[in-house]
């Protein structure tokens, strides 16, 4: 059974960081792909960033690049967001995902398996 639980979500100051974590089970991430999403209220869910399957390519949103970095330890089958400069339009619910898809298509239709998300609140 495939099991995705994030955590390190809160409030953060603008210009702040947070690091959130996403412990996966019942998958090895080695041969899935991974997004992490995000939802804000009144908007749709979109892609922050994922990573292929096939070739581990790393893809940002235009609006996260530079300021957020994902990472991968393959050992504990755990994916990390970490989130720098922090900006009051990232608050949002934030999701990890997984797929046996390839993963180049980064859109929340792509993915099967999602964790239950976690809050990212920034504000002075």
């Known amino acids: 059974q495939v099991r995705l639980v994030e955590s390190g979500g809160g409030l953060v100051q603008p210009g702040g960081s947070l690091k959130l974590s996403c412990a996966?089970?019942?998958v090895d991430l080695a041969w899935y792909a991974i997004g992490w999403f995000r939802?804000?209220?009144g908007k749709e869910r979109e892609a922050v960033s994922c990573i292929t399957s096939t070739d581990s390519r790393?893809?940002?949103a235009?609006?996260?690049k530079g300021r957020f970095s994902v990472s991968v330890d393959y050992a504990e089958n755990t994916v990390y967001l970490q989130m720098n400069s922090l900006k009051p339009e990232?608050?949002?619910a934030y999701y990890c995902a997984?797929?046996?898809s390839s993963g180049y298509v980064c859109h929340e239709s792509s993915?099967?398996?999602w964790g239950q998300g976690t809050q990212v609140n920034v504000s002075s």
């Open 111 to 113: 993915f099967a398996f």
């Open 90 to 92: 990232d608050t949002a």
């Open 24 to 26: 996966t089970s019942g």
């Open 58 to 60: 790393i893809m940002y």
């Open 39 to 41: 939802q804000a209220p």
């Open 98 to 100: 997984v797929d046996r």
């Open 62 to 64: 235009d609006s996260v």
